[in-house]
């Protein structure tokens, strides 16, 4: 079953802009994690927050939890070619496992 | 960190003969391995959880007799898909969390990408 619906689906920005993506979700959580998917390969995770937790950064990755709206956000900074990818939001709930959202189709133009 | 390798990467086999891929935590014990499906540009759907030593969970709307899934050790998951149809075909992922770190993030295989013809 899902619970996250991400938005957008997908974004195109120029290299260097920032990309902002967000997560929504249904029902309590243990803590919210995003992933980066580069196509046809396993995912690779980028950062964790847990549900006390209302903001965590690490290196150009921004991001926050706002659990009274059942929501987070990954900002990306300086944005690079490289960072072209899918990235997927994923609650854990008390059962330890992770329910992924949609995902967001990132491109970054050189 | 910690590696998980999936075999094979990519398989093609015909319409109801059975495939399996491995999931394999090469250093790190896992007591519990999850398998997930996801289609082109989709999302990853959860099938099972895999327990170490007892039988895997499935969720709901996955047939267990279709996909049979052992993790006989600590190291190893199998997945396998019983005579196989197209409609099966898909992306397989494999994850398993390493007890020894307190961070709780999963760790990912690459894949294994099955075409049933």
């Known amino acids: 079953s899902q619970q996250g619906e991400e938005d957008p689906q997908a974004l195109s920005i120029q290299e260097g802009e920032n990309a902002t993506m967000n997560c929504s979700y249904k029902?309590?959580?243990?803590?919210l994690q995003w992933y980066r998917q580069n196509s046809g390969r396993g995912l690779v995770h980028l950062i964790l927050i847990r549900s006390n937790e209302r903001e965590k950064h690490s290196g150009r990755l921004r991001v926050t939890l706002d659990t009274s709206k059942k929501s987070s956000s990954l900002l990306i900074t300086a944005s690079r070619a490289a960072d072209t990818a899918s990235y997927f939001c994923?609650?854990?709930?008390?059962?330890?496992?992770?329910?992924f959202g949609q995902g967001t189709r990132l491109t970054i133009n050189p | 960190g910690a590696v998980v390798s999936q075999h094979p990467s990519w398989v093609i086999c015909k319409s109801g003969t059975s495939v399996k891929i491995e999931c394999r935590s090469l250093d790190f014990q896992a007591t519990t391995m999850f398998w997930y499906r996801q289609f082109p540009k989709q999302s990853l759907m959860l099938m099972a959880t895999?327990?170490?030593?007892?039988?895997?969970?499935?969720e709901q709307g996955v047939e267990k007799d279709k996909f049979l899934i052992n993790h006989a050790s600590l190291t190893l998951s199998t997945l396998t898909v019983t005579s196989a149809h197209p409609e099966d075909s898909s992306f397989y992922i494999c994850?398993?969390?390493?007890?020894?770190?307190?961070?709780?993030?999963?760790?990912f295989g690459e894949g294994s990408r099955l075409t049933v013809l």
């Open positions: 895999s327990n170490e030593g007892s039988k895997a969970t499935y």
């Open positions: 029902t309590s959580i243990n803590n």
């Open positions: 994850s398993a969390r390493d007890l020894g770190r307190t961070t709780g993030e999963l760790f």
């Open positions: 994923a609650t854990e709930t008390g059962a330890q496992k992770l329910v």
